[in-house]
């Protein structure tokens, strides 16, 4: 093990990281989304920018894995096409944004972008208009862009179809396949920049397994006639993920 691995042992952070995925994974498993606004507040505390989102993009693509199946199952391909071309657009801009930012800069961004997902998540802001195709791939191209910058690709996904008469089954395998793809994007444009480093993919590896098993947990647990219930507990989990990050602690 080196560099962030070893650390991450030492200091205690992995311990931290571990929390993070746990409730990373119940929010996911509860409602189908929300990783990302419950991780990346967390784990930008304890580790740069660049490590935060390669242990997101890892410990995401092995999570979803069991719910695969059934997404290609439910969803729509050519409506999940669509958003991964226009994220082909965003995500590289994205990540160059990333690039740029400050470690202090991201735990503000990811937190605060955190936060207003959440507001127009619970005051129900959502497009009316009709989905046309090319609403969708500009939809994947913001959605790609918010995912490079802080990690965050899915609900603009989300607040799309909230808007549609689409089945909740078929609106959660789109952003599942969506989202499965895109950090298969992410992780590409890592590589070809040099930034996908060894010791990152290990502790993303390593996290998965509380996540997964917890994404499996919170679905097991998952009652769609209380559904509203553990709505309001995942919106809990995002705030309070969101409101650690902010620098008004001292």
Do not use: H
């Not at 030492?10 to 995925?21: H, K, N, W």
């Not at 784990?43 to 935060?52: E, K």
């Not at 998952?222 to 989990?237: H, L």
């Amino acid at each position: 093990m080196t560099g962030e691995l070893v650390t991450a042992f030492e200091d205690g952070s992995i311990i931290y990281l571990v929390i993070g995925a746990i409730l990373a994974g119940l929010v996911r498993g509860f409602s189908g989304f929300g990783t990302a606004m419950v991780f990346i507040p967390l784990a930008g505390q304890v580790l740069p920018p660049i490590a935060t989102l390669t242990v997101l993009f890892v410990m995401d693509l092995i999570g979803p894995i069991p719910n695969v199946p059934r997404a290609l199952r439910d969803g729509q391909l050519a409506d999940v096409s669509r958003l991964f071309v226009g994220s082909l657009i965003g995500a590289p801009i994205g990540v160059y944004l990333l690039t740029l930012m400050t470690e202090d800069v991201f735990r503000l961004s990811g937190a605060s972008f955190s936060l207003l997902l959440l507001g127009l998540l619970i005051f129900g802001v959502r497009y009316r208009g009709t989905l046309s195709k090319g609403l969708i791939y500009l939809t994947g191209s913001i959605g790609g862009l918010f995912g490079g910058a802080v990690g965050i690709p899915g609900p603009p996904v989300i607040m799309l179809y909230m808007a549609s008469t689409l089945p909740p089954a078929v609106i959660r395998a789109n952003n599942t396949l969506f989202l499965l793809v895109v950090d298969v994007l992410f992780c590409g444009i890592f590589w070809l920049k040099g930034l996908l480093l060894t010791q990152y993919i290990l502790i993303g590896v390593i996290i998965a397994v509380p996540y997964l098993t917890f994404c499996i947990l919170g679905a097991f647990l998952f009652n769609p006639r209380r559904e509203k219930i553990y709505r309001v507990m995942a919106y809990i989990i995002i705030f309070i993920s969101a409101l650690s990050a902010l620098p008004i602690w001292g």
